[in-house]
């Protein structure tokens, strides 16, 4: 068994003394993992560093053996983000989420897109509500889309202000009043509206993480621990925080 | 074959960074034909190693006193402290000789795949040292790794509120390295901590 597939670096754990287990995003393979010889070594490390686009190529006797991966760099992603915290928890919020969302060795094309185009987002400064987006494109991608295009009460698609956390769908402004307390906010740039503000973005992620929680992660699918990551939850914490500190827009 | 002593001694030895089965058997037979000279003289110093060494309760540091050697040098700056993964890398900068104030061991990292969380770190003896008077900087000596940095820059929102000045290590083009060969990511990063010449 090989292939050969562009893929994007999720983790790299130890294995004995020199090699690494790393599991990647590929592009046509899913969430795949193989033993790297030799990637604790100096000259590999800092290519299985978390977001980095790789190469890989794969080998293994048999479909359902860990097998080996062969690493070549394409462009390092993460060493533009070592000195910014912010982004770089992000960074690590994303490839978290990716290994304990998506099932193993299932392919999942739209979730590899979306990965590579939050990479190129970190660099610009609308990255923040990209990253929201994407983690509702991986809500999508495993079968848990939320439904924003019209209001589940009133068929309406005007002034569209909260999202039911039972069914996922928008609720309009006037339709969601009575129920505020029970509702999840929609943030304005889910719903169509242009710009976007550090609370909005917050309140984009408290939805997703609703979604995520109870669809992708408490129901042991992939490698779901049941628990959501601790690298999200130390994202938001900075995103508050750096939010509170420069006054939230 | 050989007898059950042999065998366990092999076993553990092939537990040894380094060692595979094979060279575990060549070493337990160095060790047995020379017994006298080395096989018990080296059973006595692992015995005696495995007694007298404590771990730090000040930086996390392995020596046989607590405080360690190096907490307890009167010559050493108590100004700085430098916070390091393992006691590795705390070797590692011994070695260069070219610091001299005292260390910090985390014991790790944060990972959130593996479970690491800020309280499976010694973070919190941390902030107790850098609020003592005497401390004026923390440098955080931590590996170029995602995990690293992340580590590094949980830190230092901790120390936010200690008086001291938090500083990193430089990344960049390392000593005797050539442009040509290095991987992009080190140079991204040379790039970027470039400094006036």
Redesign the interface.
Known sequence: MEWTDEAIVL?A?PHG?AAVVATLLTRGHGRHSGLVQGGRSSKQ???L????RVSARWRARLADHLGTLTIE?I??N???M??D?LR??G??SAC?MT?VALPDREPHEPVFHGLLALLEAFETPVWAPAYVRWELGLLQELGFGLDLSSCAATGTNDALAYVSPRTGRAVSLSAGEPYRDKLLPLPGFLAGHGGWTDREVLAGLDLTGHFLERNAINTGSGGASGQM???RA?FIE?YR?MATLSGSR | MSSSEIERLIQLLAKL??LGPRSARRAALHLIKRRESLLSPLSDAMREAAEAIKTCSVCGNLDTRDPCAICADPRRDAALICVIEEVGDLWALERTGSFKGLYHVLGGT?S????V?PDDLNVTGLINRARKPEVTEVILAMN???EG??TA??I??RLADCEVTVSRLA?GVPVGGELDYL????L??AL??RRPF
């Open positions: 983790s754990r003394e490390r800092g290519n560093q978390p977001g980095n760099p462009h390092n993460a060493a533009a070592l000195d915290p770089l928890s960074l690590v978290t290994e990551p601790a690298a130390r900075r925080k | 960074p380094g944060l959130a795949l593996e479970g969380g170029a790794t995602v940095q992340t820059h949980y230092t929102d990344h991987d992009d990511g080190t991204t990063a970027r901590s």
